[in-house]
């Protein structure tokens, strides 16, 4: 088909590692993979870093953890799209997951200066070559301007130590 014309390239969006490896194996078929990946995630680095290895572009997905790195984003419905987050969050044993481990993170990212919390953990994926791209979901303009303007940002060694130091204590898996 790609032959043919009918598509320039192929991407695939999985949360499951047999499928990232299935991905990096068959390079001729698949030219981007997205994938979940946050600070909360990075786990998921030595597999990101083999697909970029291989020559397939990566791009991560729910990099602030679906809402959960953020104080306050989860829990408040102000508008019908926040029940629809809420929802997500807690229903699907990832945003389950993701809620229980990470207020050790969020209490990292919101500690590091001159960053909104959300900055920090765009600009710490960002901050890892083998990612090409983060992909934001977001109902409100003013957090389209706060993520946009991480991707300009860099964040200090001192900080993404911290995120590590965190990430590391919290010795739980969230990728499967």
Not at 8 to 27: K, P
Not at 63 to 79: A, Y
Not at 141 to 150: F, P, T, Y
Request: aromatic share 6%; with cysteine.
């Amino acid at each position: 088909m790609k032959e043919w014309g009918m598509y320039r390239h192929l991407g695939i969006n999985t949360h499951r590692e047999a499928d990232m490896q299935f991905v990096a194996d068959h390079r001729e078929l698949f030219d981007v993979l997205l994938l979940d990946v946050n600070v909360c995630q990075l786990d998921r680095l030595p597999m990101i870093e083999k697909l970029h290895a291989t020559g397939i572009g990566v791009l991560a997905g729910t990099v602030l953890g679906q809402g959960h790195l953020i104080k306050g984003k989860i829990g408040r419905i102000r508008t019908f799209a926040d029940v629809w987050y809420l929802a997500r969050a807690v229903l699907r044993e990832e945003g389950r997951n993701l809620a229980k481990y990470s207020s050790a993170m969020r209490e990292t990212l919101s500690s590091i200066p001159g960053m909104t919390p959300a900055q920090a953990a765009i600009s710490f994926v960002l901050g890892h070559s083998p990612v090409a791209a983060c992909v934001v979901g977001t109902t409100q303009i003013s957090n389209l301007r706060e993520v946009l303007s991480a991707t300009s940002e860099c964040l200090p060694a001192q900080s993404a130590a911290a995120i590590w130091r965190t990430f590391e204590a919290q010795r739980v898996t969230l990728s499967k």
